[in-house]
């Protein structure tokens, strides 16, 4: 397909290793359609987060082609933005300087910019606060609005909830929808978080390990905002956990929804 915003091919990635070379990605073709969110699952080792950031140009050691807006990526830049399963916030610095980040909040524009997103991830009133007086869940909005701050073409969110309890995961999910459905954003979700791959992607990549390759994409076909409990819900989670159990593995953690 033509006029995809990310387009993947013949992408391989090999590690070299004391114990010989593990074989990270193998053959992987995705391409991403500039607005869409796909959520990409598989367990531990299959080769997600490889994948992630090589998308970040985090990692430019690979074979294959990998194109962002149609041009090779070369390394990290602010159309990507990246959300790792800690937010990583800057601990002497207040929400607003940490979602400024190197940018001052002096110019009007950045603090206008600064101003909206606290909005969008419903932090209005901690503008000052800093990380270590707030929540999990809060630090990671501001993680979120940290790397919206900069309009990036594509958002790569690695696990982003993974450390969450299950309510304040479920809060965020749809705060990213939110996110998603006002800004537009392209978005490529890691998770192992069965629900949470059906619960937000209009397709789920899903991913098995030795060597870490697709096995299959699944289209999602339900409206937003979806009902977990729904008859519907169920039977596409019941298709992407059918994938898993062609597979020879014992069967890890998929689990663990809402
Ligand atoms: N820096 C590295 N050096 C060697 N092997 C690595 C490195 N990073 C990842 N791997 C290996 O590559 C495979 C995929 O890892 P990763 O992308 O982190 O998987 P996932 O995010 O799905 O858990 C695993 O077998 C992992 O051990
Ligand atoms: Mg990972």
Redesign the pocket.
């Known amino acids: 397909m033509s006029g995809d915003m990310l387009m993947i091919s013949d992408l391989n990635k090999t ?1 070299v ?1 004391p114990v010989g070379e ?1 074989i ?1 990605l193998n053959n992987i073709q995705l391409n991403v359609r500039k607005g869409e969110l796909v959520t990409i699952i ?1 367990p ?7 994948l992630l950031k090589i998308v970040a140009g985090l990692d430019t050691q690979y074979t294959g082609t990998v194109l962002l807006n149609g041009k090779p990526i070369v390394g990290p830049s602010i159309e990507k933005g990246f959300i790792f399963q800690e937010p990583r916030l800057f601990p002497w610095l207040t929400v607003e300087k940490n979602i400024a980040a190197n940018l001052s909040l002096r110019d009007v524009n950045v603090r206008r910019k600064v101003e909206e997103l606290i909005d969008l991830v419903r932090l209005k009133g901690f503008e000052k606060s800093y990380p270590r007086e707030l929540s999990g869940g809060m630090a990671q909005r501001v993680a979120i609005a940290r790397a919206l701050l900069r309009n990036p073409d594509v958002l790569l969110l690695d696990e982003p909830f993974g450390a969450l309890d299950a309510f304040t995961r479920s809060h965020l999910q749809e705060v990213l929808l939110d996110i998603w459905q006002r800004n537009g954003t392209t978005m490529l979700f890691v998770t192992h978080d069965l629900d949470e791959a059906v619960f937000l992607g209009e397709r789920v990549v899903i991913m098995n390990p030795h060597p ?1 390759h697709i096995r299959s994409i699944l289209s999602i076909d339900l409206p937003f905002l979806r009902k977990r409990s729904g008859s519907a819900f169920q039977e596409m989670r019941r298709l992407v956990l059918n994938e898993f159990e062609k597979v020879d593995e014992p069967l890890y953690d998929v689990g663990g929804g809402i």
């Open positions: 590690f290793a593990i990270a598989g531990s080792g299959c080769g997600k987060s490889t870490g």
